[in-house]
């Protein structure tokens, strides 16, 4: 419990104070615990596997009322939640789960806005099983975890097309001190949320001309459909946020510009956008791109209705992609949506250390996925044309752990073998953005030049500036990019009130 | 949005929009470009800042019509909008004291390269402009280039691939007629900017090439836009696009800018096909 105990004093009694009221204490009645346990965990729907490879639609198509209310009741709703603590914005989990039981569903959705603002999302995105479906007591009873995920997108889009919202609304007061939020991911979505709420005047700048981040141009529809994203953040416009789109900071205008212009405080929100290469022979053929080309091109450029729209995107009929994280699972699968014949992951570790979200690897493999793992290119192979044809692998066995606690891969001698592929894609990993950060005079910047800071206020060197997610982090997660959006929103409310 | 002040055609293919962007028009440096979109299905295409109004907040645009992009850039009517336009992107080229300088502009060339022209003129510098073409009809901007230069030459091919002989004789007499010079900037098609950098090559003169490769985003995030100089990878658009045009790998960067030619081709007829049923 300490690491959200640190985040956000008095959890704990406030989890269970909301524990013992008396609609809460007679639901638990209702059912008794025995009868909880025998419930099994109720599948996600999903588009069947030979359709949905030919469709860019969700694959997962979401529980009915009547499922959601049934996995609700799986919950125990016992005394120690292992749940929240594993949740990075500490969502109070239970009792949401137990208004969908109850059928109240509109403060099961309040109930999770009070923490996190982009539910819809994070139902769909978060790797629940590392985090809160982890540490559900389900689990130690030797039963599937509940379905928190899978009810947490329930509820969020059950009451999309809900009017009226029972949050207030922002009061802006400009009085307050104008924000100047860079980047329009999770964190800066996040940050401008909660201090719009406190009556600040944000302003989000967004390099790109559609907000949202990697959620708008690096994961694809079938996995969060744009209409869901779109109306994330028109709620979060709904509180008084200002975004503003293709505007570069450090380029449309420098930071000294903005705070000529009135800004008091900024958040760097700027991702980590530069895509690594292998730097390997043969790596600018035609034909070999990096995973944030080829998935921009696809979901915000909309190639996948090409010529409709003008972006185009690679034709392949054999793909190969390195990697073994969100991103390549998200590229290979498009990659069969576009048409390859043949799509296949190369991985350098095993499949236990793959990244990715099991679901994400479970689809994969359902839609006809090869994985190879312990595998690594060392060599892409060209035509006369300087097109791709094929490329170089090296076999890897395991050693000792590295730095990052996993067992490193060491080259086989003499395993080198040869594929023939024509279009390759590198999702090996992203660093942050140096755009702007490596532009401002006095700002700290780590080794991978991540921004350097508090961890607890996400303060930076720079008195007034502040930073968190991926740009701090470097390729880490949607929610704890937002965990990082709260409590720098938190931090930047204290600062402008001392000054 | 960005609302268009003016659409005009300069010469046969050659088009000129004056574009609403106050924030761009009051950053804008020489050598920069922004990327457009120019409709809500479009792509987001790199066009250099051919000149710029702080007062007004406008920016110049000048291109070629060549694919669908441009070809519903030069669509558009005074008046209307265009979807999104972001910038000024890449690094601005040097404005310093450097005596002497060639500046060899062909296509949108010739007004990309005009800002620079006119700063390095302010910074004290003697500008000789070379602005190549098929002929003379295709020659735009001549008296305002005229007014930041100090000599205006004209080198005329009938087509991009013929008779390098008279640039590089015109070039090649340049230098004797002014030893002094140092350095030539090249903005213009990749034909031109490579057979320029193998001239100097010969002679040794310092040539900075603006470089157009295939872009998405232009703010360095996904790589297309991948060169090779001097052995070493960069991304033009935060790298460059200005780069030393004896470094370039020239095989590389045209064989990539292909990359996308026969979907260029199927977009172009959809979009044809797609104006024939409006009419
Ligand atoms: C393909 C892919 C799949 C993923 N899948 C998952 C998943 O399933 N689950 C999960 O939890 N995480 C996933 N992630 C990781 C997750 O998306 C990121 O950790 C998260 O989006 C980081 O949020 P952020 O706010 O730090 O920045 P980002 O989402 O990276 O947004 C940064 C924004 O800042 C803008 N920007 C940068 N510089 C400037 C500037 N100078 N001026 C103005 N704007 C600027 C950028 O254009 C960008 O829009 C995935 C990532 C990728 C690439
Ligand atoms: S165009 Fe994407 S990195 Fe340059």
Redesign the interface.
């Known amino acids: 419990m300490k690491k959200t105990e640190l985040f956000e004093p008095g959890l704990t009694e406030r989890l269970s104070r909301e524990r013992e009221k008396d609609w809460r204490k007679n639901l638990r009645r209702e059912i008794s615990a025995q009868k909880r346990l025998t419930i099994p965990r109720h599948k996600m729907p999903e588009q069947p596997p030979a359709q949905r490879i030919r469709n860019f639609l969700e694959v997962n198509l979401g529980y009915s009322l009547e499922m959601a209310k049934e996995e609700a009741q799986r919950c125990l709703d016992c005394g120690n939640p292992g749940c929240v603590a594993g949740c990075p914005v500490a969502i109070d989990i239970p009792t949401f789960i137990k208004y969908i039981e109850a059928g109240e569903l509109d403060k099961a959705l309040d109930k999770i806005r009070e923490t996190n603002g982009l539910p819809a999302i994070c139902g769909r995105v978060c790797p629940q099983e590392v985090q809160c479906e982890k540490n559900c007591n389900l689990v130690k009873a030797g039963k599937e975890p509940v379905a928190i995920g899978h009810l947490e997108r329930f509820v969020a889009d059950y009451l999309s097309l809900r009017s009226e919202l029972n949050i207030e609304p922002g009061c802006v007061n400009s009085s307050r001190g104008k924000i100047a939020v860079v980047g329009s991911g999770p964190s800066g979505l996040t940050v401008a949320a909660d201090l719009a709420r406190l009556g600040y005047q944000v302003t989000v700048f967004e390099a790109l001309h559609v907000p949202g981040g990697v959620l708008a141009y690096g994961i694809p529809e079938f996995r969060l459909p744009r209409e869901i994203l779109h109306s994330e953040i028109n709620f979060i416009r709904s509180l008084g946020v200002e975004i503003k789109t293709n505007f570069i900071v450090g380029k449309t205008a420098s930071p000294s510009d903005l705070r000529e212009a009135g800004y008091s405080a900024f958040f760097l929100g700027t991702g980590a956008g530069l895509p690594g290469f292998m730097n390997i022979p043969g790596e600018n053929l035609l034909g070999v791109y990096s995973a944030n080309e080829y998935l921009t091109r696809v979901n915000l450029m909309k190639a996948f209705r090409f010529p409709d729209f003008d972006t185009p995107a690679p034709a392949a009929r054999k793909v190969a992609v390195i990697g073994g994280g969100n991103v390549a699972m998200d590229a290979v699968r498009t990659a069969l949506r576009l048409g390859a014949a043949e799509a296949v992951i190369y991985y350098r570790r095993s499949r236990a250390e793959m990244p990715a979200r099991v679901e994400e690897i479970r689809h994969a493999e359902e839609e006809g996925v090869v994985f190879n793992f312990l595998t690594v290119p060392v060599r892409f192979l060209g035509d006369e044309k300087g097109r791709l044809r094929g490329m170089v692998l090296q076999r890897l066995t395991l050693g000792e752990p590295d730095a990052s606690g996993r067992p490193r891969p060491v080259p086989v001698p003499g395993s080198e073998f040869e594929v023939e592929v024509d279009l390759a894609v590198v999702a090996i990993g992203q660093s942050p953005n140096p755009l702007l950060v490596k532009q401002v005079d006095g700002l700290k910047l780590g080794r991978w030049g991540n921004v350097e800071v508090d961890s607890e206020t996400m303060a930076s060197s720079l008195p007034g500036v502040y930073a968190g997610g991926d740009a701090v982090r470097g390729g880490a997660t949607v929610i704890l990019a937002m965990g990082d959006g709260r409590r720098a929103a938190k931090a930047i409310d204290k600062f402008l009130r001392k000054c | 949005m960005n609302r268009i002040i003016l659409n005009e055609r300069l010469v046969p293919n050659i088009f000129h929009l004056v574009v609403e962007a106050p924030?761009?028009a009051s950053?804008a440096r020489p050598g920069q470009f922004v990327m457009v979109?120019p409709d809500e299905?479009?792509?987001?295409i790199p066009l250099n800042v051919a000149d710029w109004d702080k007062s007004k907040g406008t920016i110049d645009l000048v291109f070629m019509n060549l694919g669908?992009?441009t070809r519903k850039l030069a669509g558009f009517k005074t008046g209307d909008f265009l979807?999104?336009?972001?910038?000024?992107?890449g690094r601005p080229a040097e404005v310093v004291d450097f005596g002497q300088v060639l500046l060899v502009g062909g296509c949108y060339g010739l007004a990309g390269l005009y800002p620079l022209a006119r700063e390095l003129k302010e910074r004290g510098n003697q500008i000789l402009f070379l602005a190549e073409a098929r002929s003379r009809a295709y020659i735009y901007w001549e008296n305002r280039i005229r007014k930041v230069t100090d000599e205006f030459l004209t080198a005329f091919r009938a087509d991009c691939f013929s008779s390098d002989k008279d640039l590089e004789e015109i070039i090649l007499g340049l230098k004797s007629w002014k030893p002094q010079l140092s350095r030539v900037v090249v903005m213009g098609c990749s034909y031109l900017l490579f057979t320029v950098s193998e001239i100097t090559r010969k002679i040794g003169l310092k040539t900075r090439v603006n470089l157009n490769p295939l872009m998405?985003?232009g703010?360095?995030?996904?790589?297309?836009c991948?060169v090779?100089v001097h052995g070493k990878?960069y991304f033009a658009c935060?790298d460059g696009p200005e780069f030393d045009g004896h470094g370039v790998d020239w095989?590389?960067y045209f064989?990539?800018r292909?990359?996308?030619l026969s979907?260029?081709e199927?977009?172009l007829v959809?979009?044809v096909k797609k104006l024939d049923s409006q009419e």
């Open positions: 924030e761009i950053s979109i299905k479009g792509e987001r669908v992009s979807e999104g336009v972001a910038g000024p992107l998405v985003d703010t360095g995030m996904c790589g297309a991948r090779t990878t935060v095989q590389e064989s990539r292909k990359a996308f979907q260029e199927l977009a959809h979009l």
